[in-house]
């Protein structure tokens, strides 16, 4: 069974671009679950989705948005890019959007933003 | 607010000694709780989790932790460590609905010969 699947995994922007993020969840899974890590606050989450639906949101400014397709894969966009952007985006997917299922975390993309 | 805190954010090892790594969580409503591990250069993957019942978990590779609510811990243990442990380690928690994961700092364990 394939795993979760981020694409691209690397990725170099400049300020005030805009970058999109792939996630492609395992087979059958609809849940989506996007998470920023940074050196600096660690592990934060982005924004979590379920059949299309966006079920919860962190607490990112709005230049941060997302959304997730019938086939449960999900993007994520960055507008006007800052160099406080730069991280590792972390994607992880799910059954369903109760915890008794395990996430399953994809690699990674990381953005540098200079 | 829900929070989570481990308290130590590097621990140095021996092969072969036993390691604790310390997690505490902060919340007002029931919680489930994770500890993740991350090796160089890849995502997240799931050691333990405790959803109820029994508040002593185990992991196929030998890590146990255990879930404390009047402590609210949920210190995670290894009784001899091998290299290949060498990693960064996550305690997380989430409520009983949706499955955003509030994450503790970190703690990267190094492990010596």
Known sequence: ?114 | AQSVTQLDSQVPVFEEAPVELRCNYSSSVSVYLFWYVQYPNQGLQLLLKYLSGSTLVESINGFEAEFNKSQTSFHLRKPSVHISDTAEYFCAMTKAAGNKLTFGGGTRVLVKP
Not at chain 1, 79 to 104: N, V
Request: net charge positive.
């Open chain 1, 1 to 114: 069974k394939a795993g979760v699947t981020q694409t691209p995994r690397y990725l170099i922007k400049t300020r005030g671009q805009q970058v999109t993020l792939s996630c492609s969840p395992i087979s059958g899974h609809r849940s989506v679950s996007w998470y920023q890590q940074t050196p600096g606050q660690g592990l934060q989450f982005l924004f979590e989705y379920f059949s299309e639906t966006q079920r919860n949101k962190g607490n990112f400014p709005g230049r941060f948005s997302g959304r997730q397709f019938s086939n449960s894969r999900s993007e994520m966009n960055v507008s006007t890019l800052e160099l406080g952007d730069s991280a590792l985006y972390l994607c992880a997917s799910s059954l369903t959007d109760s915890p008794y299922y395990e996430q399953y975390f994809g690699p990674g993309t990381r953005l540098t933003v200079t």
